[in-house]
């Protein structure tokens, strides 16, 4: 078995030599390939697929454009897809630019330009819905780049990748790049076994050396130091921030006699990007982990007159910003900003986020990279695609709102994040900054900057879409076997491999066990589960009575009143104690009485310090205005109950005693025991031991079989339980797909049945397009606020009594799902559906986004977003109604009326 290093390198000496193609290819670039993309470049000629992980802006895209280059040398096409349209939107001018418009086509959700051209840049759910529709233009497909593979760990998305790469013909070389991960190996495993022979090429040196530092306060510190080649922490740095916390947590204390010292505050904004452009490491990328947070940034350095650009610079600025949105309404750009916007670039500043108007993005990013813009203060969506490298990389603080809690940043989003530090072929070196806050530890980020291991998970789950599809295209049996070559299913396999074996130690340690076990007088496993059932009935027994006693404890609590004087049993507040407060609990959680103790100490008692119940011993008054945190008082009540007490024996403390109760099965079973055979033997307690170990390992041993049950064919079984979803519902039968079954084929969507089961029971069919698109909404849209509980506004009449059922249609499958042991199919969310309604109905952009979701203003990024992607759910409605279908001709007319303004516009500068 050879070593991944030793196949590497028996690849590069069988491979080392160029062939024409590659030769030809070298020469369309102005600088010297590096090895790892010469090596994915043979491989691909050479015929393999190749998969190539390589950290941000190491140049992996080069491959990519190989396998174009390829492509049409040999008269064969190339499809190229990324994750995002304004990725596919970029990668088309990039192409445009060297091959020319007509051999470069774009197919998004937005655009159709040229679909028919021998290279065709497209998002991957495209690619994925021709490969179902068996769509013509697959037609001479020779190569498939699929560009930021590492999507396929996303859960909402991520399955569609590995749709793509099971279900891409065996002819085509698939071109996989991906982020460095750390199990590239077994991924590329997974990709030789679906696809055929494939390299995996892995570079983890980056072409631009990073710098790791911290700021605190006012200075820039290098967060490690080199001695003997051998990194380590800066001593400095850890000096600084130990005093800079203990100044910190001093904040409040009275000083005697001393000047109080100045306390590190974490720099600000504007102090950042001063200090920045005075070391010279502009431009940078600022990750704000807030919308509000990078907007108020570029005002806050507007405001303190920060300007980073020259009056040529500004120039130039102003004319791009003019040109590229010259398209947009007047009226719109005044709702959104566009004099403070473009005042803020002119300044070299701006803000990145996805609340932002798609065509504002794509200014800055244009602009950014032309170095014209200096300082961006983005969200980390900044940091999965779009090719922005900067010289530095600042990020404010190590945790993140995940939608649910602040989580803190993981090694692999950290590396995602300061991979943008560094330009390559303008800066020597790139630059990561961490702003120091109160309670971060340097080793924390260290921690997070030495960490290379970034596993790439699945996250593949069958959909109804996709298994009606599968069913229609290659038959159940057939379908499920794909399932079963999943990358998701390929690391379940993975870990059973060491269950198993786990499995097969366990069950012939059992074996021996058994063996050791044995007794010449009869069948010892027999005697000691005979034994076995005793201990846990007498252990079942105790536990019974235990219960009880904490009951009648709980009971005597319960009746204890102020002034009654009992005895705390043990414990360390165990002795005479008078009853200031019974504390009944309300809500069940037992009483909680607050106590005197003879230690003259107010403590607060619970059940567990009582073992046994808990009888007043005396009673004592309490005075009316008793003040328990008077020592004086504490002292007094305490000398009135010792001299109410004297010198009178009070008795013994209660003690839990078990009372050993007759029962009929424990009789039976001392019986059996004492008259079995190996009762009588010799060498009875030492078969008993490992009788012992034998049911101890078999519990343990059943365990892990339980667990390897549970994750073999898990993939499959899904899909047979969605079959079995489908087959109620009419969608298939058997071997067959329905009609029914063939329009919910075609809606890719994640709500796909429920959207199926609106069209088959009319739900929509005498709205008109507003309500339509209103009641459609409800099907894409999610609030970003999950915890907001206010009732959304929603139109009345037709379009109210339509999302009033499909509501109830969702509950109806949900507990449809239920009995099947499923649960993919999540409330429709009717938040947007009020936005969508005015928008359709002709209103203004400032009167729909100043109403927003449930009374929140709307970021126009945002409502462009979701209108899109309504109106891409409303183009599959059109073509998955039914022959005569009102659907049809309404779906087109709410398309139409939504497509206007900053909605119509799309971006292929």
């Not at 609590?557 to 165990?574: T, Y």
């Not at 007490?645 to 009070?650: E, F, H, K, Q, V």
Request: glycine fraction near 8%; charged fraction near 30%; proline fraction near 5%.
């Amino acid at each position: 078995m050879t070593t991944p290093a030793e196949r590497y390198a028996a690849f590069r000496q069988k491979h080392g030599d160029d062939g024409a193609a590659l030769r030809s290819f070298r020469g369309l670039y102005d600088f010297a390939l590096d090895d790892f993309q010469l090596d994915a470049c043979r491989a691909l000629e050479a015929g393999d697929g190749v998969l190539v992980a390589a950290p941000t802006g190491s140049g992996k895209t080069v491959v990519g454009e190989f396998a174009v280059h390829l492509a049409l040398e040999q008269g064969r096409k190339c499809f190229y897809t990324t994750p995002i349209k304004a990725l596919s939107n970029q990668k088309y001018n990039d192409l445009v630019k060297r091959y020319g418009t007509a051999k470069v086509g774009l197919l998004t959700g937005d655009n159709s330009v040229n679909g028919e051209a021998p290279i065709v840049v497209m998002t991957t759910e495209v690619l994925r819905n021709m490969l179902y529709a068996g769509s013509a233009t697959l037609a001479g497909l020779g190569f498939a780049v699929m560009d930021e593979v590492h999507y396929l760990a996303d859960r909402f998305r991520g399955a569609v990748w590995e749709e793509v790469i099971i279900h891409l013909p065996e002819s085509v070389r698939l071109v996989a790049l991906s982020a460095t991960v750390s199990n590239a190996e077994e991924f590329g495993e997974w990709m030789g076994e679906v696809r055929g022979d494939t390299t995996v090429i892995v570079d983890e040196h980056r072409p631009v050396p990073l710098w790791q530092h911290m700021m605190v306060g006012n200075r820039i510190y290098d967060l490690f130091m080199t001695d003997d080649l051998t990194p380590r922490i800066n001593p400095t740095l850890m000096r600084v921030t130990r005093d800079a916390e203990r100044l910190t947590a001093g904040r409040g204390r009275r000083g005697y006699g001393r000047a109080p010292r100045s306390r590190p505050r974490p720099p600000d904004r504007v102090q950042v990007i001063e200090k920045l452009d005075g070391e010279g490491l502009l431009p940078a990328i600022t990750f704000i982990f807030s919308r509000a947070g990078c907007d108020a940034a570029v005002q806050q350095c507007l405001s303190a007159g920060i300007r980073l650009t020259t009056d040529r610079e500004r120039h130039e600025i102003r004319q791009l910003v003019d040109e590229r949105t010259a398209h947009l309404p007047d009226e719109d750009l005044a709702v959104l900003g566009y004099l403070e916007w473009r005042d803020g670039l002119e300044r070299g500043l701006a803000a990145h986020h996805a609340g932002m108007l798609p065509a504002f993005k794509e200014v800055v990013e244009e602009l950014f990279t032309r170095g014209l813009v200096k300082a961006v203060f983005a969200t980390e969506t900044l940091a999965l695609g779009i090719n922005m490298p900067a010289r530095s990389v600042v990020i404010e603080k190590l945790d993140k709102w995940n939608g649910e809690t602040h989580a803190d940043l993981t090694p692999g989003e950290y590396t995602q994040l300061t991979g943008r530090a560094g330009r390559r072929g303008i800066d020597v070196e790139g630059h990561a900054v961490v702003l120091w806050q109160p309670g971060m530890d340097p080793l924390s980020v260290a921690g997070l900057a030495g960490t290379r291991t970034y596993p790439l998970r699945s996250s593949f789950q069958p959909s109804y879409n996709m298994a009606v599809n599968l069913v229609g295209q290659f038959g159940r049996e057939r379908a499920r076997a794909l399932l079963e070559e999943s990358f998701a299913q390929f690391q379940a396999d993975r870990a059973v491999v060491g269950l198993a074996k786990q499995l097969r130690k366990h069950e012939e340690a059992l074996e021996g066990y058994q063996e050791a076990m044995t007794c010449h007088l009869g069948d010892f496993p027999e005697y000691a589960a005979l034994r076995r059932r005793l201990s846990d009935r007498e252990a079942e027994l105790s536990r019974q009575r235990g219960a009880a006693r904490r009951a009648a404890a709980v009971r005597s609590l319960e009746a204890l009143q102020p002034g009654d004087v009992i005895r705390v049993p043990g414990g360390r507040r165990a002795g005479l104690a008078i009853v200031l407060d019974p504390g009944r609990n309300p809500r069940g959680h037992g009483p909680s009485p607050l106590v005197l103790t003879i230690g003259k100490q107010v403590k607060k008692l619970d059940p567990a310090d009582f073992p046994v119940p808990v009888e007043p011993l005396e009673k004592v008054r309490i005075p009316k205005n008793f003040n328990g945190r008077s020592p004086k008082e504490r002292a007094n009540l305490i000398s009135t109950l010792m001299a109410k007490i004297g010198d009178r024996d009070l008795g013994k403390p209660a003690r839990a005693r078990d009372h050993t109760v007759e029962d009929d099965e424990v009789n039976e079973l001392r019986r059996r025991i004492r008259q079995h055979p190996c009762h009588g033997c010799d060498d009875r307690e030492d078969h008993a031991r490992w009788a012992e170990r034998y049911y101890k390992l078999l519990r343990e041993t059943e365990g892990l079989r339980r667990r390897v049950e549970g994750r073999s064919h898990v993939i499959s079984r899904t899909f047979d339980r969605i079959c079995s979803v489908l087959e109620q519902l009419g969608y298939l039968r058997e071997e067959t797909v329905t009609d029914e079954g063939r329009r919910l084929g075609r809606l890719y969507t994640e709500l796909d049945l429920l959207t199926a089961e609106c069209l088959r029971n009319g739900l929509w069919e005498e709205l008109d397009p507003a309500e339509l698109a209103a009641c459609v909404s409800a099907l894409v849209f999610e609030s970003r606020a999950s915890d907001d509980t206010r009732r959304p506004k929603i139109p009345a009449g037709r379009a109210q009594d339509a999302l009033s059922a499909m509501i109830r249609l969702w509950g109806e499958l949900e507990g449809i799902e239920s009995d099947h042991g499923l649960s993919t199919i999540r409330e429709p969310d009717l938040g947007f559906a009020w936005a969508a309604f005015r928008w359709t109905k002709g209103h203004s952009l400032d009167a729909v986004l100043m109403e927003g979701v449930n009374g929140n203003e709307l970021a126009a990024g945002d409502f462009v977003r979701w209108v899109k992607q309504l109106m891409d759910l409303l183009g599959q409605l059109g073509n998955a109604a039914p022959e005569g279908s009102k659907i049809r001709q309404t779906s087109v007319k709410a398309m139409d009326a939504m497509r206007r303004g900053v909605v119509a516009y799309s971006s292929l500068t």
